[in-house]
């Protein structure tokens, strides 16, 4: 049965920092995209960042993150990162991760949620101003 286990959220100022990892169990599975996306109360699931593991043209961040948001992955242990830095108020939402293990989904595809067959239970990032 595949399991995707997120860890390391929590409570953080503005301006400070948090990393989320995120382990995909069994270690047979072999995803061809890793992603994060986040959804805050009252708005709708949005993509944050991805990586690939065979695309030479990733990671992928949504613009919102991108330069203060970092994602990397371990192969060898099937877990993705995101490292969250200068996070804002706004940054505040449960943060899901989420795999493509059966598509290899395209660069057109990669923020849209319906694409990956793997999720997270999802993990709280709260951002205090």
């Known amino acids: 049965q595949v399991q995707l286990v997120e860890s390391g959220g929590g409570l953080v100022q503005a301006g400070g920092s948090l990393t989320l990892s995120c382990e995909a169990s069994?270690?047979?599975?072999?995803?061809?995209?890793m992603g994060w996306f986040r959804q805050a109360p009252g708005q709708e699931r949005e993509f944050v960042a991805a990586?690939?593991?065979?695309?030479?043209?990733?990671?992928y961040y949504a613009n919102s993150v991108n330069g203060r948001f970092t994602i990397s992955r371990d192969n060898a242990k099937n877990t993705q990162f995101l490292q969250m830095n200068s996070l804002k108020f706004e940054d505040t939402a449960v943060y899901y991760c989420?795999?493509?293990?059966?598509?290899?989904?395209?660069?057109?595809?990669?923020?849209?949620?319906?694409?990956?067959?793997?999720w997270g239970q999802g993990t709280q990032v709260t951002v205090s101003s």
């Open positions: 989420a795999v493509d293990s059966q598509t290899r989904i395209s660069i057109d595809q990669v923020s849209d949620s319906i694409w990956y067959d793997y």
């Open positions: 069994p270690r047979t599975l072999r995803p061809y995209m």
């Open positions: 990586i690939s593991t065979w695309r030479m043209d990733s990671p």
